[in-house]
């Protein structure tokens, strides 16, 4: 089993910046994919941003060029710096990482229990 902790939200005026983090912890054998999605009110879980475990990053085209997609291999960690913070931006933000497991080789995603971001003036 995997369990996904994050931190980081919290509130703040539309052009400031928040840093989210999320740690895996558990019987790890092998992170694969890591990345971000969120969820506002009365709409649909959204994908943010996602990173392999080579580094390789893709963007929804809304947070391009304001947010910024990291991991730390080694901390089994992945990070969201976000920038310019619009009010639309607001949401819960869920971590999910596709995790390789050593003894059936089958990769399962694991989510994490969400950090609420809300931009406001």
């Known amino acids: 089993q995997v369990q996904l902790v994050e931190s980081g939200g919290g509130l703040v005026q539309p052009g400031g910046s928040l840093r989210l983090s999320c740690s895996a912890f558990?019987?790890?054998?092998?992170?694969?994919?890591m990345g971000w999605y969120r969820q506002a009110p009365g709409k649909q879980r959204e994908l943010v941003a996602t990173i392999t475990s080579g580094g390789s990053t893709n963007y929804a085209e809304s947070v391009k060029g304001r947010f910024t997609i990291s991991r730390d291999n080694a901390k089994n960690t992945v990070y969201l710096q976000m920038n310019s913070l619009k009010p639309e931006d607001t949401a819960v933000y869920y971590c999910?990482?596709?995790?390789?497991?050593?003894?059936?080789?089958?990769?399962?995603?694991?989510w994490g229990q969400g950090t609420q971001v809300s931009v406001s003036s």
């Open positions: 558990g019987s790890i054998f092998r992170l694969d994919a």
């Open positions: 999910k990482a596709d995790h390789l497991s050593g003894s059936t080789f089958t990769i399962r995603s694991y």
